[in-house]
Nanobody, 124 residues
């Protein structure tokens, strides 16, 4: 059975850091691109970052470029999102999903597996 499980969310003050983890099971993560998406209340879901299957290529949305870093460990079947210099506007539920890609300026997932999400709250 396929599962993606996010962890590492929480509450942090502006300027702080969090590291999100995405654990994959039931399939071989190394066969897929994997990315991070977020959705804030009342807003559309936004693609944040995407990493190729070999980790040779990464994409970031303009809103997080220079602050977030995506990585993966194909041996452990894991993906990560290091988030630094967090801002209140980063507050959202964060999801990991496979089969991500960049289409123009957007990061999307086509027919990917999705996790259940983890809440990130940035507030003073």
């Amino acid at each position: 059975q396929v599962h993606l499980v996010e962890s590492g969310g929480g509450s942090v003050q502006p300027g702080g850091s969090l590291r999100l983890s995405c654990a994959a099971s039931g399939f071989t993560l190394s066969y897929y691109t994997i990315g991070w998406f977020r959705q804030a209340p009342g807003k559309e879901r936004e693609g944040v970052s995407c990493i190729s299957s070999s980790a040779g290529t990464t994409y970031y949305s303009d809103s997080v470029k220079g602050r977030f870093t995506i990585s993966r460990d194909n041996v452990k079947n894991m993906a990560y999102l290091q988030m630094n210099s967090l801002k209140p506007e980063d507050t959202a539920v964060y999801y990991c999903a496979t089969r991500c890609s960049r289409v123009g300026a957007a990061i999307i997932s086509r027919n990917g597996y999705w996790g259940q999400g983890t809440q990130v709250t940035v507030s003073s």
